[in-house]
T-cell receptor
Framework: GDSVTQMEGPVTLSEEAFLTINCTYT??????LFWYVQYPGEGLQLLLK?????DKGSNKGFEATYRKETTSFHLEKGSVQVSDSAVYFC??????????FGTGTRLQVFP | EAGVAQSPRYKIIEKRQSVAFWCNPI?????LYWYQQILGQGPKLLIQ????????DSQLPKDRFSAERLKGVDSTLKIQPAKLEDSAVYLC??????????FGPGTRLTVL
């Protein structure tokens, strides 16, 4: 069945460092891909999305490109801030429009 | 615009007790979802409603979990009786047609 695999965390970075969180997927058909973020004590928030191959989603300095050839949707940010500390979830939107999530990657950014 | 509302935010119960969670979706959103998020895992869909009808409940443990959305707006998820492994955060989400899912803050359930 459809699935999402994320790199394990925690990812620990200094402020202004470059961030990559890897995400690969297995799916039949052509799903939409998403990154959600969960700040401490809060619910899941959509960070960005891409609906077809080669689309690039971007928001708040984060970017991810839908790579069909490598079945990947890696999250990147050029310069992280302490306020980016959170758990990041990669997800795919299946045919029935339900979301299938990865296990999440905790990001910790230190000053 | 108000977001998805959930209550209670936290609940602690003994095993074999019953518990119910409430969700009020964003106004006008016909599609409503309940997810279970066990610590250290990603959310897993339990049930999906379209208005007051069930679209997908294939992963709902129907021997102990039930959910309803009688008037196509608010929804209630119930567990009876609870087991230790039901300890998790229960997330409600809603969606308008052709839009993405918006999540509530969740209810953290601890079963002792």
């Amino acid at each position: 069945g459809d699935s999402v695999t994320q790199m394990e965390g925690p990812v620990t970075l200094s402020e202004e460092a470059f961030l990559t969180i890897n995400c690969t997927y297995t799916a039949t058909g052509y799903p939409s891909l998403f990154w959600y973020v969960q700040y401490p004590g809060e619910g899941l928030q959509l960070l960005l999305k891409a609906t077809k191959a080669d689309d690039k989603g971007s928001n708040k300095g984060f970017e991810a490109t839908y790579r069909k050839e490598t079945t990947s949707f890696h999250l990147e940010k050029g310069s992280v801030q302490v306020s980016d500390s959170a758990v990041y979830f990669c997800a795919l939107g299946a045919n029935t429009d339900k979301l299938i999530f990865g296990t999440g990657t905790r990001l910790q950014v230190f000053p | 615009e108000a977001g998805v509302a959930q209550s209670p935010r936290y609940k602690i119960i003994e095993k074999r007790q019953s518990v119910a969670f409430w969700c009020n979706p964003i106004s006008g959103h016909a599609t409503l979802y309940w997810y279970q998020q066990i610590l250290g895992q990603g959310p897993k869909l339990l049930i999906q409603f379209q208005n007051n009808g069930v679209v997908d409940d294939s992963q709902l443990p129907k021997d102990r979990f039930s959910a309803e959305r009688l008037k196509g707006v608010d929804s209630t998820l119930k567990i009876q009786p609870a087991k230790l492994e039901d300890s998790a955060v229960y997330l409600c989400a809603s969606r308008a047609p052709l839009d993405t899912q918006y999540f509530g803050p969740g209810t953290r359930l601890t079963v002792l």
